[in-house]
């Protein structure tokens, strides 16, 4: 949610002169560009646990993350005070990495026209062809854009509140299914105020809500356990708390128990792997959205390095990284460097055609940044980092899909995956699924890892469905900094992939 | 590294909480600060200076209890956050197991903070220059032409940094329990292309306490790194199947991990543990024996107290493939009756069978089979122990490395792998946390 400019302002204690000279500090011992990124976030916790919510608390934290960048080397500092003495000595500190001397005597508006200008050059000496390449991202925050406006803030809600819907929680679970044994309900929220300024003199300023409520549920049948974990998270206000998400989320977690219990591991090796549609967008995450992150394509350390414009799945595909999803968990109205959120296309019917850039990345191109510099928080410089990625729908039924396979997994429960950049080795793991034997599902598997690499796994991809689903489950990514994404496909069929088993 | 003043700020927060109406309080202050220099490909890329501080509160009150915490160490901010901190305790359910540990539990011999033996004084006089000479130290790619023998050096990325931590907890009964610590480390990626345009990456890394600890990794680290990457060039087919795994000191802290989960008390608690009623019980190969070392002075690892203050002690965890302990806290002891011990593991050491001392050794027992030398992605199930996990390393046969595998997956459960365990080698990294030999495992399912 946007708020006027001078709630941002009073909030940090800061008015735009200091801006100002804080920007033009970077910029006298060397610097060509500086940026402020002002930071208040409270974070809050309530967990049922045994049937009571017995333990909760709240975490404040505050500060400034002061970067210079010198060509594409960066200095970086930051103050967990925003006294001007203290904001001016990790100015300094960051300052460093120009390894200029002391400043000259060049005033603030001498200095901020200086930085302008080196960004003047950067673009003009950019090879980029024709291509228009976007510089500047003047003008105030529009809040009718707002892509998560709240009616009710969690930071100010009293969380006794939000006691009895955890003690509901709990109950629709217990009343669905008679092996609950435990059920563990965590509900969490993040609310950060920032305000963003930098030597092109740019102010931008959010607030971004972010609540997570998860259930984990522990199972006993003859005398053996099992767990399931159900999560959704949503850029909103704590009106998230429906008795309709409630519901969901209680069905959710106790379905397929059964089948849990019955799970055994495959036979394991190569097969074909459908995945279903929803979560199964990790697979983009990790099989191409981090090899398409632009640092890694810079220091040419990235399998997809030298395949810019080169076709690299079948026609048809479209692959993207969306931040103007309402209210989603990938959802921003500015990235952390203030350029604002959009829809980057990776994969164009099946041709690479993006990185996601941040404003290093995209001067090392020549091109324009795409939104994507993110940053776990002040304490962190930005890097290029996913959104929401997904894949769009494709023309093909799903059950079509699943009934084309002879013999293969149907996969669509996870919890995590990683991938190696330099080789483009990928993995993710799954928490349940089943077989497939002449085009039916059969025997339900869970617990085991999918490893498989990059480039081949898109060049692979043998059918697409018509039934898109962008997950709204907590996903993190934990990119040297965790950052909140999320990830959606429609049911894809992949012809090879190495599955785990016995 | 504390201050005075921040001490008795600390002091004074626990003052306000028992004014607002709380029956305990728990303070710990942490101030860390850290720089690192970040090289690319030869040159600084990255200079970054990180100062930390927070205070956590623990409030007990009326029964309730609730964690608090915040960065802006100013007493007019913390008053209005502690009254909001003990009200918010109050609306929660009240909570019969939650009190504040027995004082003859808690620590009483750490009071300087360096009792562990992890400070180094020559931290102090570390500067922006001796830093940047260290990272510049560090690269390899000034002779990246005369290194580039039937590959190319595509990137060459790492860090030098350096730390230092200070943490006080202090208690509404007195306790005054201080950890401080220094900490040096250099961490270096390299990625190549063999002849083809294949691309192969590896990494290494080395940290210490001392100054003097870190200075041979200065001038080795990215050539480990290289040399790494560029063993993996060439990779060949298994045939996988149920067979012999050598894993790699220091990269089996992923096999090691589960376990520890699973003896917590938590985990033992929700029944969300597959080590569940396992106490005193042989669950693991008799050859399988890890110790928590955590009153080791000058290790990595060592901590004389916990979260909560409670004095730390060596202890078996697992011995002979028997479970000798759970992690019990305070809390979790009251819950289940269960004696406490300690909130969890601080410097786990899996013991040497003696048999074999090196990774030579392991794979001239093992004869044929892959060596891990590193995982990529993975995970367990908590509940059940099943686990499988993306692989990397050699294959070898006769006891003798013949080509690097890729891809491959390790699938089983936990309980089962353990249990056949063969042999552990003598040869952990002195500078790693988990303290893990070379292992040697019989029967793995590999495909």
């Given amino acids: 949610m946007i708020k006027d400019k001078q709630y941002y302002l009073d909030l940090f204690g800061v008015d735009e002169e200091i801006l100002r000279r804080l920007a033009a500090e970077g910029i006298a011992r060397g610097g060509d560009y500086t940026d402020l990124f002002f930071e208040s976030s409270t974070l809050g916790m309530l967990l049922l646990r045994d049937g009571e919510v017995t333990s909760g608390g709240e975490h404040l934290d505050y500060g400034v993350g002061i970067r210079v960048l010198s060509g594409e080397k960066t200095g970086y500092a930051y103050a967990e005070s925003t006294t001007p003495a203290d904001m001016l000595s990790a100015a300094r500190a960051a300052s460093a990495i120009a390894g200029g001397g002391a400043p000259g005597d060049l005033r603030v508006n001498d200095l901020l026209r200086l930085s302008r200008d080196r960004a003047d050059s950067f673009a003009e000496a950019a090879a980029n062809g024709s291509r228009l390449v976007r510089k500047y991202f003047p003008g105030a925050p529009n809040p009718s854009a707002d892509r998560y406006p709240f009616r009710q803030n969690w930071a100010d809600t009293p969380m006794r509140e939000f006691v009895p819907f955890l003690n509901r929680l709990d109950n629709a679970v217990r009343t669905r299914d008679s092996r609950v044994e435990k059920v563990k309900a965590m509900l969490s929220y993040d609310v950060r105020d920032v305000l963003m300024f930098n030597s092109l003199e740019e102010l931008k300023y959010d607030t971004r809500p972010l609540g997570s409520l998860s259930v984990t549920v522990i199972f006993s049948q003859n005398g053996k356990y099992d767990t399931k974990s159900v999560s959704r998270s949503f850029r909103t206000g704590a009106e998230m708390l429906t008795d309709s998400l409630l519901e ?15 799970a055994r591991r495959p036979k394991g090796g190569e097969m074909s792997v459908v995945m279903g549609a929803g979560a199964s967008g990790i697979l983009l995450h990790e099989a191409m959205g981090h090899a398409f992150e632009a640092d890694f394509n810079r220091k040419g350390q990235s399998v997809f390095s030298s ?50 850039h941040d404003r290093i990345s995209a001067r090392s191109f020549g091109v324009s940044p795409t939104g994507n510099g993110r940053r776990e928080s002040f304490r962190y410089p930005p890097i290029p980092r996913m959104r929401a990625t997904y894949m769009e729908s494709g023309n093909a039924d799903p059950e079509s899909i699943i009934a084309s396979v002879r013999s293969g997994i149907y996969v669509d429960d996870f919890s995590n995956g990683q991938v190696k950049i330099g080789e483009g080795d990928f993995t993710f793991y799954v928490r349940s699924g089943f077989l497939i034997e002449d085009g039916r599902l059969t025997m339900p ?44 496909i429609p049911t894809v069929l992949v012809s090879k992939l190495t599955v785990g088993g016995e | 590294m504390l ?41 600084v890329d990255k200079v970054t200076h990180s100062l930390d501080r927070s205070i956590t509160l623990c409030i007990f009150a009326d029964g309730r209890y609730g964690t608090f915490s915040l960065n802006r160490l100013e007493e007019t901010a913390m008053q209005a956050f502690i009254r909001k901190a003990v009200a918010t305790v109050r609306m929660l359910a009240p909570d019969p197991y939650r009190h504040m540990p027995d004082k003859d539990r808690k620590v009483t011999d750490a009071l300087t903070g360096r009792e562990a033996g992890r400070f180094d ?35 060459e990325e790492g860090e030098y940094s350096d730390s230092i931590y200070d943490t006080l907890v202090l208690d509404s009964d007195g306790l005054y329990a201080r950890h401080t610590l220094t900490s040096y480390s250099v961490y270096y990626e390299a990625t190549v292309a063999d002849l083809d345009g294949n691309r192969f990456s590896g990494f290494w890394w080395d940290s210490s306490p001392f100054l003097s600890g870190i200075l041979p990794a200065i001038g080795s680290c990215a050539r480990k790194a290289l040399d ?46 597959f080590l569940l009623d396992c106490l005193g019980k042989k669950v693991f190969s008799e050859r399988f024996t890890v110790r928590d070392m955590p009153r080791k002075v000058g290790s990595p690892a060592g901590k004389w107290f916990d979260s909560e203050g409670i004095a730390t002690f060596d202890a ?12 019990i806290n305070t809390y979790i002891a009251a819950k289940t009756g269960l004696a406490p011990t300690v909130e969890d593991i601080t410097h786990p050491v899996v013991e040497s ?17 892959i060596l891990v030398t590193g995982f990529n992605g993975g995970n367990s199930n908590s509940a059940t122990g099943d686990f499988s996990y993306g692989i990397e390393g050699f294959a070898f046969s006769g006891g003798k490395i013949t080509h690097p595998v890729r891809e491959m997956l390790m699938t089983g459960n936990f309980i089962t792998l353990w249990q056949h365990l063969a042999a552990v080698a003598d040869d952990a990294r002195p500078c790693a946390t988990y303290a893990i030999p070379t292992l040697a495992f019989t029967d793995v399912d590999v495909r």
């Fill in chain 2, 353 to 369: 069978t003696g048999d074999c001392r090196s990774e030579e050794d392991i794979l001239r027992l093992l004869g044929e089979g």
């Fill in chain 2, 316 to 327: 078996p965890i697992i011995e002979g493939g028997v479970v000798k302990q759970y992690f």
């Fill in chain 2, 228 to 273: 790494r990457a560029v063993a993996q060039i060439g990779p060949g087919p298994h045939p996988g199947g149920r067979i012999s795994l050598a894993v790699q000191a220091g990269c089996a802290s992923k096999l090691l991990d589960p376990l520890l989960t699973a003896l917590s008390g938590f985990s033992i608690q929700q029944k969300n543990s």
């Fill in chain 1, 445 to 488: 598997v869970k617990d085991v890892n999918i490893i498989g690499n990059g480039p081949r796994a898109l060049a692979d991809i043998r059918a697409v469905g018509n039934d898109l689903r962008v997950d709204d489950g907590a996903w993190t990514c934990g990119k040297e900094q965790n950052v909140p994404v999320s990830c959606g």
């Fill in chain 1, 248 to 262: 969901e989320m209680a069905a959710e977690v106790v379905k397929g128990v059964d089948e849990r219990f019955d």
């Fill in chain 1, 307 to 356: 395949r810019m414009g080169q076709r690299i799945c079948p026609e048809g595909i479209n692959i993207l990284d969306d931040a103007t999803l309402k209210g989603n968990r990938g959802a921003l109205n500015f990235d952390d460097e203030g350029v604002p959120g959009q829809k980057t296309y990776m994969v164009e019917d099946g041709i690479l055609t993006s990185y996601l």
């Fill in chain 2, 3 to 43: 201050t005075p003043e921040e001490i008795a700020l600390g002091r004074r927060c626990i003052d306000l909480a028992l004014a607002e109406g709380a029956s305990a309080v728990r303070v710990t202050l942490n101030k860390s600060l850290t720089d690192t220099v970040g090289m690319l490909s030869g040159e």
């Fill in chain 2, 121 to 155: 004084p020559a931290y102090e006089a570390i500067d922006t220059g001796k830093r940047l000479e260290l990272a510049r130290q560090s690269s390899i790619w000034p002779r990246k032409d005369s290194l580039e023998k039937g590959f190319s050096l595509l990137s």
